[in-house]
């Protein structure tokens, strides 16, 4: 193995571990489900856990950006992993809803700088054509997270009754990646070029195209969030069983999201990106069904895994298809594509205040169908495009 590689290998290993740290920011649905059990919360004042998380998506995107221009992208990551350090160590010396709803935030606002900052990085280890491939397996990374925070909660609930473990188990890994990222050294040039502005990304939105991107990241992000946050809610409506057990139709959506960013990259080299974002759609129009009807757990987890997989590229094919619109502006579309994750505090909480109307989880189903309405409707639009 030669010198570059193996120094190639060293800089990515702690990249990877952010990676999976970044994935911590989708364990809110499951924590949201034990902080509205242990506290009796309705859903609306339980969704707002997961709406402090998001909410910061649209508030700090552009600000880490220029704030990256001026640290460092290295630097920007590390500070990305302190507050996250910090959010998971809060509820380790006080539990209550309050403090859930301030470590809820700096989970946000720390997942932000770390999307805004982490991509980036790779491209100082990773250049040409092996960067699409680095990236895509840092999503894949990025989803074990996902992937197994239901089960660590669940294990943890059943075998110890403190589902909180977790935030320890996750405190000690983000350290991990602190420290490894902390001895590692990337060579990083000086900005170049006029950087990007808050009024500028805004001003991307009077493009009707960008505009449309732009709707399809929330709805995305809503739907991701929102499944996270309900499936376990519609298991234990329908069938009655107890959180611990109903808690792994979250990790039935994280499974077939994995595999989704596993198969994804693959598919889209070979089928054109329009015909499977409106197969993926497809997908999630039938698990919306599904979730309305079914009545078994078998058919629900069957619906719960369409809408995982077929959500789980929908991201980079808006965003691919966003910065290939206006090359030239490629900073300001970028700036406001991470903005769209927005969507993850919108959605759960208008599904919390129609579950709470209609006495049903039906409400959130209803609140999630409307993101993939839109979705389709993004699909007939993309097929537009191509055709002019």
Not at 170 to 198: I, R
Not at 208 to 218: Q, R, S, Y
Not at 332 to 357: K, T
Request: glycine letters at 8%; proline letters at 3%; one cysteine or more.
């Amino acid at each position: 193995m030669t010198t570059a590689k193996t120094s190639r290998i060293g800089k990515l290993l702690p990249i990877m571990f952010t990676f999976f740290v970044m994935g911590f920011v989708d364990m809110v649905g499951t924590a949201t489900n034990y902080v509205k059990a242990d506290f009796a919360l309705t859903d609306t004042v339980a969704n707002f856990l997961p709406t402090m998380v998001f909410f910061w998506f649209l508030i700090l995107a552009v600000p880490a950006g220029l704030m990256m221009n001026r640290i460092g992208k290295r630097r920007t990551v590390l500070l990305s992993l302190i507050i996250t350090a910090f959010a998971l160590a809060l509820p380790l010396f006080a539990y209550n809803y309050p403090i859930m709803l301030v470590s809820f935030a700096l989970l946000g606002i720390g997942n932000t700088l770390m999307q805004v900052s982490l991509n980036p990085l790779i491209s100082l280890v990773v250049t040409g054509e092996k960067l699409a491939s680095t990236l895509t397996f840092g999503q894949f990374v990025k989803a074990i997270a996902s992937f197994i925070a239901p089960f660590i909660a669940s294990w943890a609930f059943t075998r110890f009754d403190n589902w909180m473990l977790l935030y320890p188990i996750f405190f000690v890994v983000t350290l991990v990646a602190l420290v490894l990222l902390g001895f590692t050294k990337f060579e990083e040039d000086a900005p170049k070029g006029k950087s990007t502005t808050f009024f500028q990304c805004l001003g991307m939105l009077g493009n009707a195209t960008i505009l449309l991107f732009f709707l399809g990241i929330i709805c995305h992000v809503g739907i991701d969030v929102g499944v996270n946050t309900c499936a376990p809610k519609i298991i234990m409506e329908k069938l009655g069983f107890p959180l611990a057990k109903a808690g792994i139709a979250t990790s039935v959506y994280f499974l077939f999201r994995t595999v989704g960013c596993l198969t994804g990259s693959f598919i889209l080299a070979h089928f054109p990106l329009k015909k499977f974002f409106a197969i993926s759609v497809a997908m999630m129009a039938l698990s919306m069904i599904g979730l309305m009807v079914f009545k078994t757990l078998v058919l629900l987890y069957v619906a719960i895994a369409l809408v995982g997989y077929g959500n789980s590229n929908i991201f980079s094919m808006i965003f691919s298809s966003a910065l290939l619109s206006n090359q030239e502006k490629s900073n300001e579309i970028s700036g406001i594509m991470i903005m769209g994750l927005i969507g993850g505090s919108i959605f759960p909480l208008f599904m919390g205040i129609l579950s709470d109307a209609l006495g049903s989880q039906v409400g959130s189903v209803i609140v999630i169908s409307i993101g993939v309405l839109y979705l389709a409707y993004l699909s007939f639009k993309l097929f537009s495009m191509q055709k002019s």
